[in-house]
């Protein structure tokens, strides 16, 4: 029901910043929980930073709370991610989700989003 597309990847030296976007398509995006997700090389996809349905409710990952910022426009039906003070542990595949507004789940379990992205890659270079 729902389709993402994530962009705005690349390369970047560290400390620097990089803003990646995800554009949703199909109908009810106001009611969907969203959230980005990364998975380095050989890793498990781990949580990142979510926003719930109204963008009342922020949650971030202890590693990049303080230097990333998620935001959602519904008018756009998009979320992004604004990440500063890039390191090289934050090199990885970013992937926005989305999550029903059912009560049910957590907004940083991977398991209980519904849709999802392709991926795009972030690297960091010294």
């Known amino acids: 029901q729902l389709q993402l597309v994530e962009s705005g990847g690349g390369v970047a030296q560290v400390g620097v910043s990089l803003r990646l976007s995800c554009a949703a398509s199909g109908p009810g995006f106001g009611n969907y929980a969203l959230g980005w997700f990364r998975q380095a090389p050989g890793k498990e996809r781990v949580f990142v930073a979510a926003t719930s349905w109204n963008g009342r409710n922020v949650d971030y990952a202890d590693s990049v709370k303080g230097r990333f910022i998620i935001s959602r426009d519904d008018a756009k039906k998009t979320v992004d991610l604004e990440m500063n003070s890039l390191s090289a542990g934050d090199a990885a595949v970013y992937y926005c989700?989305?999550?029903?507004?059912?009560?049910?789940?957590?907004?940083?379990?991977?398991?209980?989003?519904?849709?999802w992205g392709q991926g795009t890659q972030v690297s960091v270079s010294p």
């Open positions: 989700a989305a999550k029903r507004t059912n009560g049910l789940g957590s907004n940083d379990l991977k398991q209980d989003y519904d849709y």
